[in-house]
Each structure stands twice: as C-alpha cells, then as structure tokens.
C-alpha cells in the first residue's frame, strides 16, 4: 500500500511573515492532514531554516525546491544537496518544468541532481512532463519517458525505492487547466508500466503523484485513480485552508 503523498511547492513565494503565519496555520492542522497522507512543504530555500525551526515538532516535513549536483566549489548563486541535508530537508523536487524551461536544465543535469539528493540521504521528486505542443503532437509518451530514462539509466532502478515520481504536464502547471483524472492516470499508468519492466516490485511501491492546477475541487477525484498516489500543488499550497483540505480529501 502507498502512503498518499502532498508536497507544497511555494515556488518563488512569500516573505518571513507570510511564511511563518502558513506555516504555523499548517502546523496546528498537521495531526488533521497526516491522517490522510504524508505532507511536505518546500518553501524558498532561504525560508528553509525558518520552516524547520516551525516545523521541527511536526509531521509535516520539509523539502526543497531544487539541489545543485556538486558537492561543493565555485558554482555562484547555487546550493549544494549537502547544504540542504544539514536542515532537516527530507524531499528535494529535480527537473520541475519551470528549471528545464527557464533555466534550460536538460536531462544530464536532472539525473545528476537526481543522484546528488540520493547520495546526501534525501528523497528526490523527479517532475515529468510534456508541453502543450508535444501532447497535441502526441508524444506525451515518448517525452515522459525519456525524461525518466535519463534518470533510471543514470541513477540505476535500485534508485527508485527511495524516489518519487511527479508527473506534471507543463500545460496544467499554473494555468487551471488541470489533466482530467483519465488522461493523468493514462500517463501514471504508462510510468509504472515502464518501471515495472525494469523491476515490477520497485513500480509497485514508487510513488507518482500528479502536479498541475491541483485544487479543492478536482483532488479527490485525480488521488483516487489507481495510479495517482497524491500531489505536486503549487498555487493552492499557499493558501492553508485549501491545502489543508487538500492534504484531507478522501478518496
Ligand atoms: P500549480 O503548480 O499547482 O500552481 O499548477 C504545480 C507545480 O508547478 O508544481
């Protein structure tokens, strides 16, 4: 049985003060949440100390939103999976779209991100996904599965038993145009399948979760597809009363 993921990805977001007032409304709600799945915010990385110290009696963990994959050096503006290892930081999020197309990530470095996060003892979410153009040219699959081939190549099937899988079309994030729960499942499917020709018991324990326009509304429809084991939620992580309600529907 997989234990229901919702990681919060803030993304770019918030200051001291709003970080610390969603984190302790989120905090005094943790008991509620955790029953239904297992919660990680990953906040700006500067606000990562500020959250461990809130979170540090929690069950909500913390993660964060991308690691650069040296350990340490003359690599300005970046920080080290090791850096993030030393805060209580759980989950680190790879290859989310918006690094592979804003700041041109290709799949070498994502699978060394990948390994990065894996070597310093953390969890990493690798984000998967096809654009408008690709989906409408139809090939959603071969996309998907050759950002997941960089990873498993690299990184090896063994890997996948501390991992998750986030599959988030590009064409969904942010724009409220959510995949149904059909064509989201379609592609989950099509992630296990693959992994599990590789090792059928490793793809039945990997966690996939979907990302992209992931509100109240649409939650407990896209989690209760058989392959969609949670969420990636960006927008509606930012607001406590609907993550909240997010992190509890049921099924
Ligand atoms: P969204 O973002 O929920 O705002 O679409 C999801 C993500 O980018 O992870």
Known sequence: MRQRL????????????????LLKE????????????????CPACIHIPLAEHILRNSSIKVGAQNAYHEPQGA?????????????SVRYVIVGHSERRHVFGEKDATVSAKFVAVQSQG????????????????????????????????RAGI??????????????AIGTGNTATPDQAQEVHGLIREHIAQADSKISAGVRI??????????AASLFGQPDIDGGLVGGASL???EFISICSVEE
């Not at 200051?15 to 007032?21: A, D, F, G, N, Q």
């Not at 989120?26 to 915010?41: G, N, T």
């Not at 408008?132 to 190549?153: C, H, I, P, S, Y």
């Open 239 to 241: 607001k406590a009363q």
């Open 158 to 171: 063994e890997s996948f038993k501390e991992a998750v899988i986030a599959y988030e079309p590009v064409w």
């Open 75 to 87: 690599f300005t503006g970046e920080v080290a999976a090791s850096m993030l290892a030393e805060h």
């Open 26 to 41: 989120l905090d005094a709600s943790a008991a509620v949440i955790s029953v239904a799945s297992e919660v990680v915010i």
């Open 122 to 153: 953390m969890i990493p979410i690798l984000c998967l996904g096809e654009t408008l153009k690709q989906r409408e040219g139809g090939v959603t699959r071969d996309v998907v599965l050759q950002q997941l081939d960089a990873v498993m190549d």
């Open 6 to 21: 919702v990681a919060g990805n803030w993304k770019m977001h918030g200051t001291r003060l709003t970080v610390t007032t």
């Open 209 to 218: 979760i979907y990302g992209g326009s992931v509100n109240t509304g649409n």
